[in-house]
């Protein structure tokens, strides 16, 4: 969308990834693809830099000077979900799940090192230091960079956002709220792991059936089949459960007409795209108290985010949304939209583009 909004304003935009660098790979390359993919980046600016006046590359991905990569433009480092908080959030994962029979061990001891030749934190923290520009996607990776890794005359906040004709597909083909409040459909987007809280839904799925036996679901994209997802809840309600595993990027807009409340139980996020579609759609999202979802559901005018991990207390919230009076779940569902208007493609690559034009001044 970035790229795009670029090319429109008559800059050209360019890029090189992971399958450009490795168009082919075996099973074992396939693994440490992304630690690899630091020193083809180094060969390609090396090449073909000088083209540039800016060269934007994701956290950790350039853990090298611009002298290191023959490179006099603006260095831009960008975070779509910052490296410190995922990794703060594995380590609690792997304290929780961590196993000790020999077996789990061994597997769970060549994934750690995987994941520190794929990206490190060092690297994220050298590709800090040699940028020009740090560009974030929430204000709590703002105030960690700025504060905590000291620094604070590099960041900017480039909050993730929608193009205009995505506001108004979802906007358009959102129900009337009465329809959706009587619908009694809660929603999720996103993929079915345990960092975005498949195992938080079986108790989350059991409370709110519990306190609204009407209660509906719908998983989107969760990536995993249906039979999958439906295993991991409880039997009882399954038949309450529809889950989507795909869909095209075209037909989210329809899938969501009818549903009356969002959730989202991550525990980490860079942004949260799945919350912002579904506020953009007019539907009111619960989620976990996060960077990211938090940057959007503060602006609503009723609290919606509870204590991570508390599945309960988000059920809870969710029961009380889809009991809301009419006229409440009205102005409800207007600030959801309302709020999703405030973040905006236009408007972030016009201060993206200005904070650049003033480094390169």
């Avoid at 090449?47 to 060269?55: A, C, F, L, Q």
């Avoid at 207390?313 to 009076?325: C, D, G, N, T």
């Amino acid at each position: 969308m970035l790229a795009r909004k670029f090319r429109e304003r008559g800059h050209t935009v360019d890029k090189f990834d992971i399958d450009d660098a490795f168009p082919e790979a075996g099973d074992l390359l396939e693994r440490i693809k992304p630690g690899l993919f630091k020193l083809k980046s180094l060969q390609h600016i090396r090449e073909v830099g000088n083209r540039y006046d800016v060269i934007q590359a994701e956290q950790g991905t350039l853990p090298f000077s611009k002298s290191t990569l023959h490179f006099d433009g603006i260095l831009v480092s960008s975070s779509v979900g910052l490296a410190h908080f995922y990794e703060q959030y594995s380590v609690e994962y792997r304290s929780e799940t961590w196993k000790w029979d020999a077996k789990s061990i061994l597997r769970q001891t060549f994934g750690w090192i995987i994941g520190q030749i794929n990206n490190p934190l060092w690297a994220v923290d050298r590709s800090f230091e040699a940028a020009d520009l740090i560009s974030l996607s929430s204000e709590d990776e703002y105030e960690y960079v700025a504060d905590e890794l000291g620094h604070s005359s590099k960041v900017f906040l480039r909050q993730n956002g929608l193009a205009e004709q995505r506001h108004n597909n979802l906007r358009e083909e959102a129900a009337p709220a009465t329809q959706r409040l009587s619908n009694k459909e809660v929603a999720f987007i996103g993929y079915w792991n345990h960092r975005k809280g498949a195992h938080d839904w079986p108790g989350i799925v059991q409370a709110v059936c519990e306190q609204m036996p009407e209660a509906c679901f719908r998983l989107l994209g969760t990536g995993r089949s249906e039979e999958v997802v439906l295993s991991d809840l409880p039997p009882e309600y399954r038949s309450r459960v529809t889950v989507i595993p795909r869909y095209e990027y075209e037909q989210l807009p329809k899938l969501l007409t009818g549903s009356t409340v969002g959730v989202l139980p991550s525990y980490v996020e860079g942004w949260g795209l799945g919350v912002h579609e579904m506020l953009a759609s007019r539907i009111p999202v619960v989620t976990y108290d996060i960077p990211g979802p938090r940057d959007m559901l503060r602006h609503l005018p009723r609290p919606m985010m509870v204590p991570v991990g508390q599945e309960e207390k988000l059920a809870s919230k969710v029961s009380e949304i889809l009991q809301l009076r009419p006229d409440a779940y009205e102005e409800l569902a207007q600030a959801s939209q309302n709020v999703a208007g405030r973040f905006r493609w236009d408007e972030i690559a016009e201060q993206y583009l200005a904070r650049v034009e003033e480094l390169r001044g």
